[in-house]
Nanobody, 118 residues
Framework: QVQLVESGGGLVQAGGSLRLACAAS????????MGWYRRAPGKSRELVAM???????NYAGSVKGRFTISRDNTKNTVYLQMNSLKPEDTAVYSCAASAPRSWAMSSWGQGTQVTVYS
């Protein structure tokens, strides 16, 4: 397992942008799946975006076209670029990583708060 630390959250006006970063304590080169999840107040955690080791990505319908996930294996970091933010994007965003050759998330970060105001 790797340790994950998120950064980049904050307070932003609707329509604005933020870029989240998830730094891993070790190499992410062999990690099969890395993803960003979010939990809004009173709601269950949901998958926002995921990226596979080969670069394939998948997004929740609510963020498709606005958010972009990417990974930089040289920096052991995964990013989530969030554009055209909406108040309903307000949540704690956490990154997660699977073990090599696994689809199950086994490492989680502490999360970073994103608050979007109108």
């Amino acid at each position: 397992q790797v340790q994950l630390v998120e950064s980049g959250g904050g307070l932003v006006q609707a329509g604005g942008s933020l870029r989240l970063a998830c730094a891993a304590s070790g190499s992410i080169f062999s990690i099969n799946v890395m993803g960003w999840y979010r939990r809004a107040p009173g709601k269950s955690r949901e998958l926002v975006a995921m990226i596979l080791s080969g670069g394939d990505t998948n997004y929740a319908g609510s963020v498709k076209g606005r958010f972009t996930i990417s990974r930089d294996n040289t920096k052991n970091t995964v990013y989530l670029q969030m554009n055209s933010l909406k108040p309903e994007d307000t949540a704690v965003y956490s990154c997660a990583a699977s073990a090599p050759r696994s689809w199950a998330m086994s490492s989680w970060g502490q999360g970073t708060q994103v608050t979007v105001y109108s």
